[in-house]
């Protein structure tokens, strides 16, 4: 069993379409990343959240930290194919990320 | 943000053989650093965690006398896969812990990744 859920695993969408990516636990987290990840190479840092319903906002992805600190959103607006790529979620519990499973977004144009 | 290098991008080596892969911190000191090893379109695995000056914590199931950590320096971290062999082929990915703004949190930068392929 994860112990950070993520879904979805797959998700393949037109351009222009939103979609939202979720993680879910029952641990509580001090903080929440987000990375985006290209074949090949290593995982870039989108976002850090660390307060109990936090939003924050980078162009068109909006990622929300739940109240509880226990689980987390990333939703996109009007995906575009260069948003294509493999997106993960790693909650911090003590000095260590744990990552959920990953979602494979490919936005076809 | 803070930037990690790795060293090669590629190897491929014999069965057999050792292969060491380099972790660099550029432009900050990192006394924690991690190694990951990532399998084709799945999550990151997390294999260990390096400290400066002391001995990697090892996560469970990972051979220790297999993938030998040293983190000689601030700015260093060194995994050498002994012994290789074909089921060690993987995406094997570093990343350094830097302290938040605010020093409430850490967040972990990540380098390009080392494909090490096995023959």
């Known amino acids: 069993t994860q112990l950070l859920e993520q879904s979805p695993q797959f998700l393949s969408i037109q351009e222009g379409e939103n979609l939202t990516v979720y993680c879910n636990s029952s641990?509580?987290?001090?903080?929440l990343q987000w990375y985006r990840q290209e074949p090949g190479e290593g995982p870039v840092l989108l976002v850090t959240v660390v307060t109990g319903g936090e939003v924050k906002k980078l162009k068109r992805l909006t990622f929300q930290f739940g109240d509880a600190r226990k689980d987390s959103s990333l939703h996109i607006t009007a995906a575009q194919p260069g948003d294509t790529g493999l997106y993960l979620c790693?909650?911090?519990?003590?000095?260590?990320?744990?990552f959920g499973a990953g979602t494979i977004l490919r936005v076809k144009s | 943000g803070a930037v990690v290098s790795q060293h090669p991008s590629w190897v491929i080596c014999k069965s057999g053989t050792s292969v060491k892969i380099e972790c660099r911190s550029l432009d900050f000191q990192a006394t924690t650093m991690f190694w990951y090893r990532q399998f084709p379109k799945q999550s990151l695995m997390l294999m260990a965690t390096?400290?400066?000056?002391?001995?990697?914590?090892?996560e469970q199931g990972v051979e220790k006398d297999k993938f030998l950590i040293n983190h000689a320096s601030l700015t260093l971290s060194t995994l050498t896969v002994t012994s290789a062999h074909p089921e060690d082929s993987s995406f094997y990915i570093c990343s350094a812990r830097v302290r938040g703004l605010d020093s409430s949190y850490n967040e972990q930068f990540f380098g390009p990744g080392t494909r090490l392929t096995v023959l």
């Open positions: 641990s509580v987290f001090s903080s």
């Open positions: 790693a909650g911090a519990l003590g000095n260590k990320l744990v």
């Open positions: 390096s400290n400066e000056g002391s001995k990697a914590t090892y």
